[in-house]
């Protein structure tokens, strides 16, 4: 099946610093992905959606400069969390979808657990 | 905008039960709905989905069926094992909302426990 990996697994940075997330499609090609934030006993909240070789749409409310997406091959996301505050600490999640037009089917990573000192 | 509501868990159930968990949906246009599950320690897995109403989504004994007039997306089994232990995920993605992207807005998960 598809796989997504997501690295790194979990991340403990100072205030102030910047995070890089990478998340793979590892044996597809995903045209679109997307990037997701769960709070402790939440649901997960979309952030943006990323194209292939285009800027990334972002949900309202989530700050495009301070959630940074790059989406540069068809196999390679990365979410940069620029200046990290304590409140940005979360469990980050991406998922793909394959190639064809409907990306109803979303395969996810297994999620990045990022603390901010 | 888009919510999806499913019960509040844990749901605690001892094997070879029936297991319900309601889930109930608003969207602006015409979603397809999903179930996720969340094995311990994985990533979160499709487990069955429908596009539109009356469909009927069934994938390893779960099923669950659109039902438009009640906006709700019920996930069942007849008999529940120990290995279905995980965390279940309602979600639904609007594409007319969202100008054809795919998004999807999820409910909160409900954590099911099954007992031997």
């Known amino acids: 099946g598809a796989v997504v990996s997501q690295h790194p697994s979990r991340v403990i940075c100072k205030s102030g610093t910047s995070v890089k997330i990478e998340c793979r499609s590892l044996d597809f090609q995903a045209t679109t992905m997307f990037w997701y934030r769960q709070f402790p006993k939440q649901s997960l909240m979309l952030m943006a959606t990323s194209n292939e070789g285009s800027k990334a749409t972002y949900e309202q409310g989530v700050e495009k400069d301070k959630f940074l997406i790059n989406h540069a091959s068809l196999t390679l996301s990365t979410l940069t969390v620029t200046s990290a505050h304590p409140e940005d600490s979360s469990f980050y999640i991406c998922?793909?979808?394959?190639?064809?037009?409907?990306?109803?089917?979303?395969?996810f990573g297994p999620g990045t657990r990022l603390t901010v000192l | 905008g888009d919510s999806v509501t499913q019960m509040e868990g844990p749901v605690t159930l001892s094997e070879e039960a029936f297991l319900t968990i309601n889930c109930t949906y608003t969207a602006t246009g015409y979603p397809s709905l999903f179930w996720y599950v969340q094995y311990p320690g994985e990533g979160l897995q499709l487990l069955l989905k429908a596009t539109k109403a009356d469909d009927k989504g069934s994938n390893k004994g779960f099923e669950a069926t659109y039902r438009k007039e009640t906006t709700s997306f019920h996930l069942e089994k007849g008999s529940v094992q120990v290995s279905d232990s995980a965390v279940y995920f309602c979600?639904?993605?609007?594409?007319?909302?969202?100008?054809?992207?795919?998004?999807?807005?999820f409910g909160k998960g409900t954590h099911l426990i099954i007992q031997p």
């Open positions: 979600a639904l993605s609007d594409r007319m909302r969202r100008g054809g992207a795919d998004g999807l807005t």
């Open positions: 998922s793909a979808g394959t190639s064809g037009g409907n990306t109803d089917t979303q395969y």
